[in-house]
């Protein structure tokens, strides 16, 4: 009697051992889908990054490390899931390897991103909607790697032949005559201008200028010849001033937009990649546990009494 009852026993905890087995691997699943479903935004601010590199920032190589992370983190995912599913363990310690290091990329590329974008701010002037830039107010790698003249040859390059100060016409409407007209020095000054159209479509308002339409300006007797940027203006809408600093100052400005963006987003993807790491971690070890057959909580101490009694 005694030893059937050993016998249920045993059969009750090997049908336990099995549902939570089952239900570790539907968990390692779950975390695995959960961790596939992150890579998206990832990739998506890479490729956003990449888009603005294409168009406006010409800066080319700064999306690559977003890009790469949700790719490997999209990867693996499928690899973690299909161990789960298939209970391949190699590939399952192969997953938990390669996303510690991608946990450890993220933090990097995070850390990097704000360390290189904390210094540089766009500055307000006198009876000016827009806000105007300057290279020195900047500092740092990102600065260096801007300033560089054979860098900067291939950026200037780039806003050229995206045509960077094509948007920045617009019209009004002559109340005369109900026509549209170009807009008056004054609507010009009322607008938002991104840090790009300021810098690089514009000369700096320091130097003078009399407003003629939004890319074309006339010298003035009030022209400030000291500042480098006055003199390296040009109505010639292919060199405009994209060789001034205010230019470089404005890329710098609108890349620092763009990756304080992307970070934030980064920054609650990887909270909740830690999170995950951790439960899947988890749910692992409590596999390998049942492989091994480990003692596991209440029921592993209470099969060993009956055969104490046996004897």
């Avoid at 987003?265 to 409590?286: E, H, M, P, T």
Wanted: with cysteine.
């Amino acid at each position: 009697m005694l030893f059937f009852s050993c016998i249920v026993l045993s059969a009750t905890e090997s049908k336990k051992e099995f549902k939570m087995m089952r239900g570790s691997n539907s968990v390692i699943g779950a975390v695995n889908f959960v961790t596939f479903l992150i890579s998206i935004p990832i990739l998506g601010g890479g490729i956003w990054l990449s888009s603005r590199a294409n168009s406006t920032e010409c800066l080319q190589f700064l999306q690559w490390p977003l890009i790469v992370i949700g790719i490997t983190i999209m990867v693996i995912s499928l690899m973690g899931f299909a161990g789960a599913c298939y209970g391949l363990t190699w590939l399952m310690w192969l997953y938990l390897f390669v996303m510690f290091f991608v946990v450890v990329a993220l933090i990097g590329f995070i850390v990097f991103a704000y360390a290189v974008t904390d210094r540089g701010h766009g500055e307000v002037i006198m009876n000016r909607a827009f806000l105007e830039y300057q290279l020195s107010d900047y500092s740092g790698w990102l600065k260096e790697r801007v300033s560089d003249p054979v860098y900067w040859s291939k950026i200037s390059s780039c806003l050229r032949d995206a045509r960077a100060c094509r948007g920045m016409a617009k019209y009004g409407t002559d109340p005369a005559t109900g026509m549209r007209v170009p807009e008056s020095p004054d609507m010009f000054y009322s607008r938002q201008l991104s840090p790009i159209e300021s810098g690089c479509c514009k000369p700096p308002t320091s130097c003078g200028y009399a407003y003629a339409n939004e890319t074309f300006w006339n010298p003035s007797n009030a022209m400030l010849l000291t500042d480098t940027d006055c003199v390296k203006w040009s109505n010639d809408q292919r060199t405009l001033c994209y060789q001034c600093d205010s230019c470089k100052a404005g890329v710098i400005a609108s890349i620092r937009h763009s990756w304080r963006k992307v970070s934030v987003i980064n920054i609650v993807v990887l909270i909740i990649l830690v999170i995950v790491y951790v439960i899947g971690c988890a749910a692992f070890r409590n596999n390998q546990r049942m492989d091994n057959s480990e003692p596991y909580g209440e029921s592993r101490m209470t099969k060993a009494r009956p055969s104490r009694y046996q004897f």
